[in-house]
T-cell receptor, first 115, second 116 residues
Framework: AQKITQTQPGMFVQEKEAVTLDCTYD???????LFWYKQPSSGEMIFLIY??????QNATEGRYSLNFQKARKSTNLVISASQLGDSAMYFC????????????FGGGTRVLVKP | EAGVAQSPRYKIIEKRQSVAFWCNPI?????LYWYQQILGQGPKLLIQ????????DSQLPKDRFSAERLKGVDSTLKIQPAKLEDSAVYLC??????????????FGEGSRLTVL
């Protein structure tokens, strides 16, 4: 099992500003994917964005974008123009081909958007 | 399109009692997962099904946990007897992708278990 580290347990961000969430992972697999999920207080895990290890461009999806640093085994999720509804837990989840592409979740980062 | 349905949403039991959780995945999704999420942690995979077969149950505590997906649709996760450390949210997820293929999972709202 790989180790996934989300070093920021909690972050405050002002509404309309951007916030960057960090994730590092330990994998020896060359082929893997990186998923980010949002978990609001309701408990449901909501898929946000995906990056494949062989993708040449950083993934973007609306207000979400990834900064993928393959050599450092690191990815940052950037949420631009934060909204009050962005207050939630955010989880990084790599999936390794060698492990059957199952998602393994990090410990999460809590984001609180201030009005 | 209806999402992943789970029940019950909340359950409180005493240790050594039994409990069962039910999951109905998105229609047509062949792959189904059960995750355990302890408070303050990320979800941990317990078991993965493809249709009605088990793909991976390596992290399922088989002395007390069992799961089945008899007709390849609905699934039930059972805990018997429960321990205090089983207090967690049990998340069910489904995927249209076959086991071994990468793709996002679709999660239900979870079943929160409190063991006293």
């Amino acid at each position: 099992a790989q180790k996934i580290t989300q070093t920021q347990p909690g972050m405050f961000v002002q509404e309309k500003e951007a916030v960057t969430l960090d994730c590092t992972y330990d994998t020896s697999d060359q082929s893997y994917g990186l998923f980010w999920y949002k978990q609001p207080s309701s408990g449901e895990m909501i898929f946000l964005i995906y990056q494949g290890s062989y993708d040449e461009q950083n993934a973007t999806e609306g207000r979400y974008s990834l900064n993928f640093q393959k050599a450092r085994k690191s990815t940052n999720l950037v949420i631009s123009a934060s909204q009050l509804g962005d207050s939630a837990m955010y989880f990084c989840a790599p999936s390794e081909e060698a492990a059957g592409n199952k998602l393994t979740f990090g410990g999460g980062t809590r984001v609180l958007v201030k009005p | 399109e209806a999402g992943v349905a789970q029940s019950p949403r909340y359950k409180i039991i005493e240790k050594r009692q039994s409990v069962a959780f039910w999951c109905n995945p998105i229609s047509g999704h062949a792959t189904l997962y059960w995750y355990q999420q302890i408070l303050g942690q990320g979800p941990k995979l317990l078991i993965q099904f493809q249709n009605n077969g088990v793909v991976d149950d390596s992290q399922l505590p088989k002395d007390r946990f069992s799961a089945e997906r008899l007709k390849g649709v609905d699934s039930t996760l059972k805990i018997q007897p429960a321990k205090l450390e089983d207090s967690a949210v049990y998340l069910c997820a489904s995927s249209p992708y076959a086991a071994g293929n990468t793709g996002e999972l679709f999660f239900g709202e979870g079943s929160r278990l409190t063991v006293l």
